[in-house]
């Protein structure tokens, strides 16, 4: 069988048969036995996908390359988390250009900041900002973000030292900013914690069984009127397919710039096909496993986060592994107690409930409207109770709480009635709310806006936000300086 | 459907893959179905127009055939072109109409007296009328003279609605593209992968080179008032290599969308910014509407037979039309024009070089050509800035960034846009490969005995084809690599 094939090789190339240059050799031989074609047909298709796999991994490999060189495929920043739903993909260079554009590395905590030290430096007043995409600002560099710029702006009017921190995170919601206070911003022991309060915060707080909001933990309120914190919603939501393909594909989708590339594109051109969604959620339920078992020789994921280091690093499945599970339960299991112990410190009022004006009688729409407004009351009621215990906290912390609401357009009702509610219950409770809705400059719907690309800041947008924070936190210390002297 | 969204990309592997398995009796019909799928994706009733022009002109054609007598067929003939560009008229002008009599009324009060302004009517620009009634033109006029009729109603239907060409073009020859079908087009794998290679090149030239600048593009003429001297330059360079990107890319997507199915169609660009001339840009630049405009427009207006006015006056009427096809605003008519006046001194130009032989030799030195390089490309990007302002407020404040000598304000997004974006990485990419392909094309004859032939084994080799397919995918990843957060639809759909 060997000679037959030295025999081909030593062929001149215009002497060999056609069949034989296209690699099956057996076919070009008539008279030789089946099993002797087989095997020789065998051999060539062994040696066309030896050939393919080399071409696929040099492809693969150059690619990579190529990618990496120009920094692109950097579009990844998402990690699973059992405590807090999602946080950063700590020390991942990230480049973000669906709105605006940014190219920045997340710190090694998993924030979208620069590196910073737990110990405050004497004389330093540190600000931690809590909040969502908007305070995340990774639609402009990192430098241009009304957190950093605040910053800037602050040392400039003042003779003291300021350091701002953020902590905040795309799709955060109220109970978030608090579960990661407990968990993390209290460590760094700030001056002030600011919370920025954004337009339809309020309703991602209660236990809901809605699968299209984002995964979060939320709480319940019992019929003993008790606030719990329940993680019901996002256990469900870890045991889907997508998800379980996110944290399967974790190591890929934080080293290839292939596998970040495919993602961030939503595997084709970005559309609103019809077509899109189930074709989608078929390759993430059929694609999960075998990801999960072609990587399963890969170096493990790193750590899902400081809180667990303790217990060593998961294999990819928190709803599987033991490990993870076991300190998942017992961060929780904090949690909910001190949620429970923070809740019974602080008054269960609550704010006003809007008032339906039934002296024309109650309309569809009426009716319609009150629904809403009993819901959007109910929301915004277990917020307010999420922020007093927030607020509790910093104060047990030594933590001054500082609410800013962002800008929305005048036409959101509910949610200027919130900011009404938010600064009577600042009132109350001691902190100040920064209305920041209040004081941004307002463009006609048909102009150009300068603040905003689409939903985000534009670093206009963060300048303007950047001047009003300053100001006004710089105005709230002096003024307690000058108090407490 | 786009085609650069995910629906053409499964439309366009189905309809190949269904194509090649399907009788060949079937080919042909199957392809103008597939057709009538891709246009009535979006709006269905206009579905109806294209097929009752289809019908109309399919008609007209066999009567021009038909009738005996030179009078006879030329009424035929106009009765024919009177209802095609009717129909554009109707689509595309009768707004802009509107709009133009408002503007008149309202400049002598008229309608602030008598209260008898107009109001715009509520329609819709089918996508590619002006594309396909141009086609239609063609194939009445060349029966009109001798050329023989397309007398099967489902060839006729195919050349009318062949979707590669369908929304932009190239504006297809009738006699180029039926011949394609007598036989049908055998599967040939060097054309299906010049064909994925063109899609590829298509995709990348319109997703990752177009789309960026587009966005600088945006910035610098939604706020002119913003933007410096250099910014302005940049802005107007940035149209003129998007307008460039997006429609040689569109282009190539549709000859590579057309070679799948083993069809050809026409060149439509030839790199037009190293033109040496105004008119050397127009062989150049959307070859396939300025051949029409030459032998459907201006060649039967004289040409340039006759000297002096009479010339200046066809190729004004000739690139007037040509601006206002473009679009109904007079921002095209006024780019159209300002082409036409180019043509006219470049003209003027090259008659006095042919009299003088002094000129002829200045002309010729290398001073004088490279001027007329840098001359040529700064006209045509001149002209681009008024065709893609919206209005003149908007064209004159780009001209007015570009000339006054003044720094931008700082909100002014034109450079970040152009620095803090994948548009870096894809212009580099995009001439490394380039560079590789002509380094490869140049180094590997494949007529050569030697390494040729083996090249030439190699290809036969599945895991050549394995190889290419792979490379195809990598340029698509590279393509999605780069795309911006928008996507955005082809300049040239909105003609």
New interface residues.
């Given amino acids: 069988m060997r000679s037959a094939i030295k025999d081909i090789e030593k062929k001149p ?1 215009s002497e060999v048969h056609s069949s034989e ?3 099956d050799k057996s076919l070009a031989k008539p008279g030789r036995s089946y099993s002797h074609r087989l095997l020789m047909a065998g051999k060539s298709l062994i040696s ?1 996908l030896l ?2 796999v080399a ?2 991994v040099l ?1 693969v490999a ?2 990579e390359f ?2 990496a060189i ?4 950097n579009d990844e920043y998402l990690k699973i988390d059992p405590i807090l739903g999602s946080t950063h993909l700590d020390k991942k260079l990230v ?1 973000f ?3 605006g ?3 920045e590395k997340i710190n090694k905590d998993g924030d979208r900041d620069y590196e910073r030290k737990l110990l405050k430096a004497p004389g330093v007043t540190r600000i931690a900002f809590l909040g969502d995409s908007m305070t995340e600002a990774a639609q402009v ?1 990192l430098d241009c973000s009304f957190v950093r710029v605040s910053e800037r702006k602050l040392n400039a009017m003042s003779a003291g030292t300021f350091e701002t921190m953020n902590f905040a995170m795309a799709s955060y919601g109220t109970v978030q900013e608090y579960v990661q206070f407990l968990l993390r911003v209290r460590a760094y022991k700030p001056d002030v914690t600011v919370l920025v309060y954004n337009y339809g915060d309020s309703g991602e707080n209660l236990s809901t069984s809605n699968e299209d909001v984002a995964p979060r933990p939320l709480v319940s309120i019992g019929n003993d009127g008790k606030l719990d914190l329940t993680f019901d919603f996002l256990d469900r939501w870890i045991a889907l397919p997508q998800t379980q393909f996110a944290l399967k594909t974790e190591w890929l989708r934080r080293h290839s ?2 596998v970040q ?2 993602l ?2 939503d595997l ?4 609103n ?1 019809k ?2 969604s189930p074709i989608c959620r078929s390759i993430y339920s059929s694609v999960s496993p075998v990801i999960s078992w072609l990587i399963a020789g890969l170096p493990e994921p790193p750590e899902l986060a400081p809180y667990y280091r303790a217990v060593g690093r998961p294999a990819g499945d928190l709803a599987a592994n033991q490990a993870v599970r076991l300190d998942t339960s017992r961060v929780r299991r904090r949690l909910r107690a001190e949620t429970a112990r923070l809740d019974s410190l602080i008054a269960h009022n609550l704010p006003d409930n809007p008032r339906i004006d039934v002296s024309q009688g109650l309309s569809a729409e009426t009716l319609a409207y009150r629904t809403y407004a009993q819901m959007h009351y109910r929301n915004f009621a277990a917020t307010a109770r999420v922020l007093k215990m927030l607020n509790t906290a910093c104060r047990e912390a030594g933590s001054q709480f500082v609410i800013v609401t962002l800008p929305a357009a005048d036409s959101f009702k509910f949610y200027l009635r919130e900011i009404q509610h938010l600064k009577k219950l600042g009132e109350a409770e001691g902190f100040q709310v920064i209305d920041a809705n209040e004081s941004f400059p307002r463009v006609n719907i048909l102009e ?1 806006n ?1 603040y905003y690309y689409g939903a985000h800041f ?3 947008g963060h300048a303007v936000m950047a001047d009003i924070i300053s100001g006004s936190l710089i105005r709230m210390l002096s003024t307690q300086a000058s108090q407490s002297r | 459907m786009l085609f650069n969204s995910f629906e053409y990309i499964i439309f366009l592997a189905a309809a190949v893959c269904l194509y090649w398995v399907m009788p060949r009796q079937a080919k042909a019909i199957f392809l103008v179905a597939a057709s009538y799928f891709f246009y009535t994706y979006t709006i269905k009733a206009y579905g109806l127009l294209l097929l009752l022009l289809t019908l109309a002109n399919y008609l007209v054609g066999l009567a021009l055939q038909a009738t005996n007598g030179e009078k006879a067929k030329r009424l035929v003939l106009i009765g024919g072109i009177t209802l095609n560009l009717g129909i554009l008229a109707l689509f595309k002008y009768t707004n802009f109409i509107l709009d133009s009599i408002n503007v008149v009324l309202d400049s002598i009060n008229v309608s602030a007296k008598h209260g008898c302004g107009i109001s715009d009517l509520p329609i819709i620009l089918p996508l590619g009328i002006s594309f396909f009634v141009f086609e239609f033109i063609h194939y009445l006029t060349d029966v009109f003279k001798g050329s023989a009729a397309i007398r099967n109603p489902v060839r006729f239907a195919l050349f009318a609605s062949f979707f590669p060409s369908q929304i932009a073009g190239p504006i297809k020859r009738y006699q180029d593209f039926d011949s394609q079908l007598d036989p049908l087009p055998r599967l040939d794998t060097e054309k299906l992968h010049r064909g994925l290679w063109l899609i590829a090149q298509g995709l990348y030239k319109k997703v990752a080179l177009g789309d960026n600048l587009a966005r600088i593009v945006r910035a610098g003429f939604d706020n002119p008032g913003l933007m410096g001297t250099t910014e302005g330059w940049i802005c107007a360079l940035a149209f003129t290599f998007q307008i460039y990107f997006d429609f040689s890319g569109y282009t190539d997507i549709g000859r590579g969308s057309a070679m799948l199915f083993g069809f050809s169609l026409p060149e439509n660009f030839n790199l037009p910014y190293i033109a040496s001339s105004l008119r050397d840009f127009w062989r150049r630049w959307h070859i396939s509407l300025s051949t029409w405009l030459r032998d459907y427009l201006y060649i039967p207006l004289g040409g340039s037979k006759s000297e002096g006015f009479r010339t200046f006056a066809n190729l004004m009427i000739t690139m007037l039309l040509g601006g206002l096809w473009h679009g109904a605003s007079w921002t095209f008519v006024i780019w159209g024009a300002f082409h036409g006046l180019g043509l006219a001194v470049n003209r003027r130009w090259e008659q006095s070089i042919e009299r003088s032989a002094r000129l002829k030799r200045i002309a010729a030195s290398l001073p004088l050509r490279c001027a007329a390089y840098g001359l040529t490309f700064l006209t045509v990007v001149l002209g681009w800035v008024i065709f893609r302002a919206k209005d003149l407020p908007e064209a004159t404040g780009v001209y007015s960034a570009m000339f006054s000598l003044r720094a931008s304000s700082s909100e002014c997004t034109v450079l970040d846009f152009a620095v803090n974006s994948p548009l870096p990485a894809a212009i580099s990419i995009y001439l490394i490969l380039q560079s590789t392909v002509l380094i490869w094309k140049h180094s590997h004859d494949l007529n050569a005995p030697l390494p040729g032939s083996m090249f030439k084994l190699a290809r036969a080799t599945p895991p050549y084809a394995i190889a290419n397919a792979l490379a195809f995918v990598a340029v698509l990843i590279l393509t999605l690599s780069l795309s911006p957060a928008e996507l955005q639809p082809f300049i040239y759909f909105q003609f």
């Fill in positions: 190339l240059r296209l690699g066309i050939s393919s071409c696929l492809l150059l690619l190529i990618l120009f920094g692109l495929g480049t250009r669906f709105e554009y940014s190219r560099p710039h292939i590339t495919l961030a594109s084709f051109f970005r559309s096909s077509w899109y150009k300068p534009t670093k206009r």
